[in-house]
């Protein structure tokens, strides 16, 4: 970290000093300036964006911000997996070459390098944003004791972020159990009263992000220590709002709202129960390294 920290501020003194000595010469800076002996951002990017799976919220919400912002014209979303994008990530940032992604937060990639999210001043990627639960129609009438455990579920980031963190050596199965030990007040406030049952099958749907794994896992393993049996199924944001719609899934704590997720969530509104937000101040963004010059969306150049 302090590596990088020191590498943003050689390239940023550099920069300016080759702003200050070559008149309209931009070096890193992006000026649309092909002449010039290094290449512009948005030519050193390829006017490329690294995303990551095309079902997920964030990228619908990126393709249009493309759209959105003029200053993007001629800039594509790669379309890969968080995977895929984590990985010219850690490559950009070894080889100090400029980057854009989409991030979002909580995630161990804030921690792991010097990041910043880029100012998105049409708020197009969301803002602050939280995650919410959301149930099938009947499911208190059905099962009145899983709805209470639901409906109460709220947490922090920072818990999210233990689970997340302790997942990156123990599976995210176990990394909830640790949770939950460390845990019992806040577990006995989603549970404290509720009777216990045997057994009764209870269907919960994600999405597959790190952040989704964490959430999804405990709230498992809660209802497991309650007597449920409880198959966690991870699916794309689609599939998950139509599992719950339809009455195929039970329940998911796995919604990004009231952005990322709201393609979705407004084709179903009708046919769901929203139990409200289970954590607050989640957000995505474009997500660049921190030794960049740039701080605003509307900082990077069209294509000419
Ligand atoms: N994400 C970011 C999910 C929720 C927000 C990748 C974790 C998505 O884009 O659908």
Redesign the pocket.
Known sequence: MVKLKSIGITLGLSVSLLLSGCGDEEGNQDSGNTTGESASLGEQLDYTITG?EPG????GLSHNAIEEYENLEGWELLESS?AGMLGVLDGAIKNEEPIVITG?TPHWMFSAYDLKILEDPKGILGGSENINTIVRKGLEEDMPNAYKILDRFYWEAEDMEAVMYDAQEVSFEEAALNWIEANPDKVEQWTEGVEKVKGKEIELVS?P?D??RASGNVMKAVLEQQGFTVTLTPVD?AIMFEAIASGEGDATVAP?LPT??NSFYEKHADDLVDLGENLKG?Q?GFVVPAYMEIDSIEDLQPKK
């Open positions: 990551i997920a919220g964030l990228t968080t979002w999405t992000w952040t989704e944001p990004w990322t997720h989640t995505n």
